[in-house]
């Protein structure tokens, strides 16, 4: 944070920062910065907030890391929104504990910080966060996997396929609630890894995308190529484990999970490349958090989390045409018209 504004700018632009049109000439100015520009899940969530903006009149800027980790440019990214002058960020943090100096820095300068998606390491560095309760998304995969297996649960073979190095919030709360709702001790539920349990083949890295996945999906088969159970971060995880398993015969001997519930992963659901996914709504974070910053500038009001919780829920469903007794769910037909991307 010792760095000039002008260095920030610079640095901002030459790590593949990405500024939407202004929503809107004048009037409040709020940020939205997310992980990446390419991911469904946060293409919508631009447009989502996009159109929230246009329609309050707030001036909004888009800023994106080049891949999911890039956190140097989400932190140049908080610096260029204080020195911009802007109201409010909604931000969806990749390093989850790296990022909160900065946080810190805009909240003094009086700007509100809304996490989008992924709570921030504490949660309550950011003024709010608006969010999929993503415990309770890793649960609903995990129990109809275990459901959907019967018996053969107990001897299952596990592989994990996580976000990144650092365990975003995110990316624990995912993968211990898969656990969790698998009948697995998860050991200390703030940390990936530290489980004993003798199904579980290993964990690795995908960065949140196809070609991670695929990678990640080849390194777990080498070490055991019996697994039959294989839990995602996110949809685009699954595809690309999904394209190992096939390139050696074992796409119809394993059951894959995931979260997201966009559309490209709905339609995996359906044509069975998937077996269920836990889906969350981008659209709804985006808006809901620029209507919160429109109403911060106007009032100095901040955002209440939901009863009984310490973030504000956006809701999550299990989409699968294959459902598990004792498991809610609804079908690919419902999840696609409530699908994204």
């Known amino acids: 944070m010792k760095k000039s504004v002008l260095t920030a700018a610079f640095a901002t632009l030459a790590l593949g920062v990405v500024f939407a049109a202004p929503a809107s000439a004048a009037g409040v100015s709020a940020c939205l910065i997310t992980k990446t520009d390419t991911n469904p899940f946060f293409v919508k969530m631009k447009e989502g907030a996009t159109a929230k903006a246009k329609e309050l009149g707030v001036t909004l800027k888009s800023y994106a890391g080049k891949i999911d980790g890039d956190s140097e440019s989400q932190v140049a990214a908080i610096e260029t929104c204080i020195a911009d002058g802007a109201k409010g960020i909604l931000l969806t943090a990749s390093d989850t504990k790296g990022i ?19 709570p921030l390491d504490p949660i309550d560095a950011a003024d709010a966060t608006f969010a999929t309760d993503n415990l309770l998304a890793g649960e609903l995969i995990g129990k109809w996997a275990a459901a959907t297996l019967g018996d053969k649960a107990k001897s299952a073979k596990i592989a994990l396929l996580n976000l990144t190095p650092a365990q975003p919030s995110v990316d624990v709360l995912r993968n211990q609630g898969f656990m969790k709702g698998f009948g697995i001790d998860v050991g200390d539920i703030t940390r990936i890894g530290d489980e004993k349990d003798p199904r579980i083949v290993g964990n690795d890295v995908t960065n949140g995308n196809e070609e991670g996945g695929r990678t990640a999906m080849e390194n777990l088969l080498q070490k055991d190529p019996t697994i039959n159970v294989v839990h995602t971060i996110n949809e685009p995880a699954a595809a690309g484990a999904y394209e190992a398993l096939k390139a050696v015969g074992k796409e119809k001997d394993v059951l894959i999970v995931s979260v997201d519930g966009g559309c490209p992963g709905v339609k995996n659901v359906k044509e069975g490349i998937i077996g269920a996914t836990s889906q969350q709504y981008p659209l709804l974070m985006a808006s809901l958090g620029i209507e919160a910053i429109k109403k911060f500038a106007d009032t100095g009001e901040k955002p209440k989390p939901t009863a009984g919780k310490n973030f504000f829920d956006t809701g999550v469903a299990l989409v699968t045409d294959k459902p598990a007794k004792g498991v809610p769910s609804i079908d690919t037909k419902e999840g696609t018209a409530k699908c994204w991307g």
């Open 100 to 118: 909160v100096p900065a946080v810190q820095e805009a909240r003094k300068a009086g700007l509100l910080v809304i996490a989008l998606d992924t």
